[in-house]
């Protein structure tokens, strides 16, 4: 958990630094941004600020609560998170590039001691703590993985509607319904490899939500109540927009979710599903048509604008889930060298496929998808304690869809 919290600080100093040139001496003087408000404040950069702090506060409780209490460590987390993006808003004074504001340092604390409570929720450590712990013992099994499982849906959830500001905005509501109706009036604008992607993608969740679920629930329906949510809120969200790919994707997961209680084996098949997803997304050509070079400057692409975090989660929550999937069938003592090849071997492929992207019309070949790609796959598996709670027989049985 420390080696999270250290990959978390790192991400945060590279985002917010970068991009680590033209320093100049502050017009205003050191830490005027307590005193002044900005002139102009997006509603999606606010929780941006907020989700970026989180992971840190969440990992930070983690951590600390396993040699003290729970208010203590969230304090010490808040003053963590505090005195890093202080320390950040007031090193940005010195980038011309760059805005420091009381607000942004306000949202990360905020962010810090929310991902804290999220930590101490999982622990069962507040006063809503025992219900929900309650409530998730009664739907889900118990474990590591059920917890890196519920993460995956989290994950992809997010990526679907970030920026996370929703409108009931007349004109949200038509932009958001917009490409759907124009694909029900022009069937042939449909693109087939996005209808794909989104098929194996949610099929692929839909096992991995099977695998998490206690044997006497409805999987299915928690599972397909949840994308039914996303695929609403993509109507309301600022920017977002639900498309008929993502309608029929769904309903063709939908239908081999059915049937696939013949299937046996649930990891190697949620691991194919979204590998080929992930394969058909990359190789599809992009909507403006033009060529680009390839980038290797990380997240440069990401920082330029607010879909910034949608890009991120979209690369990294696929290869979470291939790890959850991996770590599911793998045996304790087989871990070590089945993280080490696999990071190699995903390495790899996303570089390829992320360096034929430069022949390929209206697509960006980025290290950053590599990067992003490594690390979804390495963290599942730092996670300690028991994969699942429960008799063997359980255990054996999660990497499995019974009849």
């Known amino acids: 958990m420390r080696r999270l919290v250290l990959v978390f600080l790192v991400l ?106 999220l930590a101490s929720l999982l622990h069962g450590h507040t006063l809503a703590g025992p219900r929900l712990v309650a409530v998730r013992a009664h739907w889900l099994r118990s ?31 038509r932009h958001g319904l917009a490409l759907l109706y124009r694909s029900l009036r022009e069937p042939e604008t449909m693109q087939i490899a996005q209808l794909l992607t989104y098929a194996c993608y949610l099929a692929g969740l839909g096992l991995l939500a099977r695998t998490v679920t206690r044997e006497d629930k409805p999987a299915l329906l928690l599972f397909g109540s949840l994308v039914a949510c996303v695929l609403v809120l993509k109507i309301i969200v600022e920017g977002r927009q639900l498309s008929l790919e993502a309608v029929a994707g769904a309903f063709a997961a939908w ?3 059915l049937v696939a209680g013949r299937l046996r084996q649930a990891a190697w098949m949620g691991i194919a599903l979204i590998g080929a997803a992930f394969v058909i997304s990359e190789l599809a050509p992009g909507p403006d048509g033009m060529v680009y070079g390839f980038n290797w400057i990380p997240l440069v692409g990401q920082m330029r604008s607010l879909s910034g975090l949608q890009n991120i989660l979209e690369i990294f929550w696929p290869f979470f889930a291939i790890a959850y999937f991996a770590r599911l069938r793998t045996p304790i003592g087989r871990r070590q060298p089945v993280v080490v090849i696999g990071t190699v071997a995903i390495a790899a492929v996303v570089f390829w496929l992320e360096w034929s992207q430069q022949g390929l019309p209206g697509r960006f070949g980025d290290i950053t998808q590599v990067l992003l790609a ?20 359980a255990t054996r049985a999660a990497g499995r869809i019974d009849p």
Not at 89 to 97: D, G, N, T, Y
Not at 105 to 114: D, E, Q, R, T, Y
Not at 378 to 391: A, E, K, L, R, Y
């Open 12 to 117: 945060i100093v590279y985002g917010s630094l970068y991009p680590f040139s033209g320093w100049s001496e502050p017009i205003a003087p050191l830490f005027g941004f307590l005193f002044t408000s900005p002139a102009r404040v997006e509603k999606a950069d606010l929780v941006q600020n907020v989700l970026a702090y989180m992971p840190f506060g969440l990992f930070m409780v983690a951590w600390l609560m396993r040699g003290t209490r729970f208010h203590v460590a969230l304090v010490t987390a808040a003053v963590a998170g505090g005195l890093l993006s202080l320390s950040m808003e007031a090193i940005q004074q010195f980038l011309p590039s760059r805005d420091a504001s009381r607000i942004d340092l306000a949202l990360n604390i905020f962010g810090s001691v929310a991902g804290g409570l």
């Open 143 to 173: 474990g590591t993985l059920p917890n890196l499982g519920l993460a995956t849906l989290a994950l992809w959830a997010l990526s679907q509607t970030s920026p996370l500001v929703p409108t009931f905005d007349m004109g949200q509501v």
């Open 255 to 257: 239908m081999f979710l």
């Open 374 to 393: 490594c690390a979804g796959w390495m963290i599942p598996w730092m996670f300690g304690g028991p994969d699942f709670s429960g008799t063997p027989a």
